[in-house]
T-cell receptor, first 117, second 114 residues
Framework: AQSVAQPEDQVNVAEGNPLTVKCTYS??????LFWYVQYPNRGLQFLLK??????LVKGSYGFEAEFNKSQTSFHLKKPSALVSDSALYFC???????????????FGSGTRLSIRP | KAGVTQTPRYLIKTRGQQVTLSCSPI?????VSWYQQTPGQGLQFLFE???????NKGNFPGRFSGRQFSNSRSEMNVSTLELGDSALYLC?????????????FGPGTRLTVL
């Protein structure tokens, strides 16, 4: 069975510093990985995804994520944090080996990112 | 292109009642998924529809049901509401039922059960 873990409930970073939001996953086959962001009282907004190819994926708002197959991780990163990046971030995985039996996307528990001025 | 829309945005019901939530996907999208979001359980998958067929279902009781119409609009219904059903219900649509497709989410319907 597939699973995804976000080990940190909250990450605090000073504005202008680099940020990392961690995500690890477990699948039986090849993973499709996603990052979403949720602002208060809003739905989830797509940031980026990894399907295949280059391990470094670039997404919206200056975010990027690095796929590491050996460590089964897909950490979200940004070189310089902004106060406006403060939000709830979700990692998600779909196991493509299970696709034929109608796999579903599993979301992590979320990490609250707080950027202080 | 208009995004995913969900109606109503807010809903207050009492225990034992039933409720129907509506989701209109992005034009051209054929897959619609529903999620329940609560502070304690996070985001949990309810079900997925593609071309009017339920293709996948999460681990929720039979009180939760859904359907999709020929225009891809979807509804979900919860019967015999319980206090624990209070949550943000999110709908997401994607172009096709392929694992690589990005899901785009609506703003959600916040259901409060009293």
């Amino acid at each position: 069975a597939q699973s995804v873990a976000q080990p940190e409930d909250q990450v605090n970073v000073a504005e202008g510093n680099p940020l990392t939001v961690k995500c690890t996953y477990s699948v039986s086959g090849n993973p499709y990985l996603f990052w979403y962001v949720q602002y208060p009282n809003r739905g989830l907004q797509f940031l980026l995804k990894y399907i295949t190819g280059d391990n470094l994926v670039k997404g919206s708002y200056g975010f990027e994520a690095e796929f590491n197959k050996s460590q089964t991780s897909f950490h979200l990163k940004k070189p310089s944090a902004l106060v406006s990046d403060s939000a709830l971030y979700f990692c998600a995985v779909r196991d493509m080996n299970e696709y034929s039996s109608a796999s579903k996307i599993i979301f992590g528990s979320g990490t609250r990112l707080s950027i202080r001025p | 292109k208009a995004g995913v829309t969900q109606t109503p945005r807010y809903l207050i019901k009492t225990r034992g009642q039933q409720v129907t939530l509506s989701c209109s996907p992005i034009s051209g999208h054929r897959s619609v998924s529903w999620y329940q979001q609560t502070p304690g359980q996070g985001l949990q998958f309810l079900f997925e529809y593609f071309s009017e067929t339920q293709r996948n279902k999460g681990n929720f009781p039979g009180r939760f049901s859904g359907r999709q119409f020929s225009n891809s609009r979807s509804e979900m219904n919860v019967s015999t509401l319980e206090l624990g059903d209070s949550a943000l219900y999110l709908c997401a649509s994607s172009l096709d039922r392929v694992g690589t497709d990005t899901q785009y989410f609506g703003p959600g319907t916040r259901l409060t059960v009293l």
